[in-house]
Every structure is written in C-alpha cells, then in structure tokens.
C-alpha cells in the first residue's frame, strides 16, 4: 500500500506558478514510477506528467509541455509539480498517482494508488 498525500494547490493569476508536492508513505516511493494527473469540472482525468523511479526520464502531456516540470526527492519521499505560465485553462483537482510496474504509463488505469487531489484555479 502506498499513501499519497498531495499539497500547494491554490488561486493564482494567469502567468503565475505554483508547486505542488506529494508526501508518499508506506511501500517504499522509490519503487514506484509516480505521475500528476489532473481534472477539471465536468471532464475526465487527464494526465499531466510521469516520472522514472530514478528520476532520470520524464514524459508531459502536449497542454504543459514546456511549463510544468515534474521531479522527485526519494530520500524525502516527495514528488513534485513545478507549474510556470499557468492559465485559466489549467484549472482542475491535481492528484499524484503510484504505477508499480516498471514502465511509464499515461492513463489513469495504470496507476495503482492515488492521492486525494488538491485544487488549482487560475483566474484570468
């Protein structure tokens, strides 16, 4: 089992940043791949970015591309979400996911474990 608990989310003017984190616990976080997935009001889960177990390759959606980085601290069980220009479209619950198997997955069922979700919105 493994416990994500996503925070940083928060209301932001278009242009702005923000950081979210996710404090991973229970099976050991550097075993997992992990991603960012995120939903907007009346819409599916959309994936935003995943990373490697050790870090070193990581894969975007087309929409972040170029603005959001992903990374992850293993000594400190955390993943991250570096979100730079944001606009008004990226507003939506962002959630951290865990993949036990060993291959960079971009759909929401190939992650095992999720977080609770923490919300951005962006005004215009």
């Known amino acids: 089992q493994v416990q994500l608990v996503e925070s940083g989310g928060g209301l932001v003017q278009a242009g702005g940043s923000l950081r979210l984190s996710c404090a991973a616990s229970?099976?050991?976080?550097?075993?997992?791949?992990m991603g960012w997935f995120r939903q907007a009001p009346g819409k599916q889960r959309e994936f935003v970015a995943t990373?490697?177990?050790?870090?070193?390759?990581?894969l975007y959606g087309d929409s972040v591309k170029g603005r959001f980085t992903i990374s992850r601290d293993n000594a400190k069980n955390t993943l991250y979400l570096q979100m730079n220009g944001l606009k008004p479209e990226d507003t939506a619950v962002y959630f951290c996911a865990a993949r036990k198997m060993n291959f960079i997955s971009t759909v929401v069922s190939g992650y095992d474990y999720w977080g609770q979700g923490t919300q951005v919105t962006v005004s215009s």
């Open positions: 990373i490697t177990r050790s870090g070193v390759s990581t």
């Open positions: 229970g099976r050991t976080f550097s075993s997992n791949i």
